[in-house]
């Protein structure tokens, strides 16, 4: 299960990444870019708890 854990907070990390970018070339156009990512972390770093839990 490391494995799996390892990979979704790698994909978290990208996620957030990409919403700044975003922000940073598109400016205030891009806010909605960066709610949908920070909605999409939630439901990652929940499904991770999870995960985590379960072992």
Do not use: P
């Not at 790698?10 to 870019?33: I, P, V």
Request: hydrophobic share 45%; with cysteine.
């Amino acid at each position: 299960m490391a494995w799996l854990r390892l990979y979704f907070h790698n994909y978290c990390a990208f996620n957030a990444y990409l919403a700044r970018l975003y922000t940073n070339f598109l400016g205030k156009d891009a806010q909605w870019c960066q709610n949908v990512a920070e909605g999409a972390l939630f439901e990652i770093f929940g499904l991770c708890h999870i995960l985590s839990s379960s072992e």
